[in-house]
């Protein structure tokens, strides 16, 4: 049984998510990052606009958080990213801001959703 953890690091550590007693073998991107309490998305495929809450995303809603796949960045498009994968790729899903960003100066300001595949 494959166990994965859905935690934010930085500012909103406390807001962790644990998946410890579901079988995630099967979920897509967006069912990982619904999971999260501080991560809010709304819209559907092209239109899924990601906010995480945090101080940065707070005072600037409208750049979207940058995605790292695999320790390449990928950019700012959820869709874009989640097209990628089909269900059961994702190995685990971190949500990254504040001090926990930092590691990717300016384009971590919205925060950084770090993905880790079973690739």
Same mark, same amino acid.
């Given at each position: 049984?494959?166990?994965?953890?859905?935690?934010? $690091?930085?500012?909103?550590?406390?807001?962790?998510?644990?998946?410890?007693?579901?079988?995630?073998?099967?979920?897509?991107? +967006?069912?990982?990052?619904?999971?999260?309490?501080?991560?809010?998305?709304?819209?559907?495929?092209?239109?899924? +606009?990601?906010?995480?809450?945090?101080?940065?995303?707070?005072?600037?809603? /409208?750049?979207?958080?940058?995605?790292?796949?695999?320790?390449?960045?990928? /950019?700012?498009?959820?869709?874009?990213?989640?097209?990628?994968?089909?269900?059961?790729? $994702?190995?685990?899903?971190?949500?990254?801001?504040?001090?926990?960003?930092?590691?990717?100066?300016?384009?971590? /300001?919205? /925060?950084? $959703?770090? $993905?880790?595949?079973? +690739?």
């Amino acid at each position: 049984m494959l166990v994965l953890t859905l935690v934010a $690091i930085g500012c909103v550590s406390s807001g962790s998510s644990s998946q410890s007693s579901t079988n995630t073998q099967n979920m897509t991107l +967006r069912e990982h990052l619904e999971r999260n309490r501080n991560v809010t998305l709304s819209g559907r495929n092209s239109n899924t +606009r990601i906010a995480i809450r945090g101080e940065n995303s707070l005072s600037n809603p /409208g750049q979207q958080p940058l995605f790292v796949v695999d320790g390449q960045k990928m /950019g700012r498009s959820f869709f874009d990213v989640a097209s990628r994968f089909t269900p059961g790729q $994702i190995e685990s899903v971190k949500v990254l801001v504040g001090a926990g960003a930092n590691m990717y100066g300016g384009e971590g /300001g919205n /925060g950084v $959703i770090v $993905i880790k595949t079973n +690739r």
